[in-house]
């Protein structure tokens, strides 16, 4: 599995065409380092799903897949 970044416009591809931008990426870890949250992305569809902050082989409700990467693992698999 592969978390690119589109350079020029700054934000994140999931899959199927699917992004957040960094700004929405950092926001979300901030809820789940600091708040309640639970935010994941499925790296197959690209959809949302609640999962564990160090998960990042989730269940996806959506695709059925576990791959669903917990925001904080996407910060760090993008290298920042
Ligand atoms: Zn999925």
Known sequence: MSIKIDRKSG???LANNETIT????LS???GVMFGMDNTGY???CGSENDTEPDS??????NC???TVYSV???LFKIGV
């Not at 960094?22 to 990426?25: E, G, I, M, R, V």
């Not at 990042?56 to 409700?61: D, L, P, Q, S, W």
């Open 11 to 13: 934000r994140i591809i």
């Open 22 to 25: 960094f700004d929405q990426l």
């Open 28 to 30: 979300e870890c901030e």
């Open 42 to 44: 499925c790296t197959s």
């Open 56 to 61: 990042t082989r989730g269940y996806c409700e």
């Open 64 to 66: 059925e897949k576990n």
């Open 72 to 74: 904080v693992e996407l």
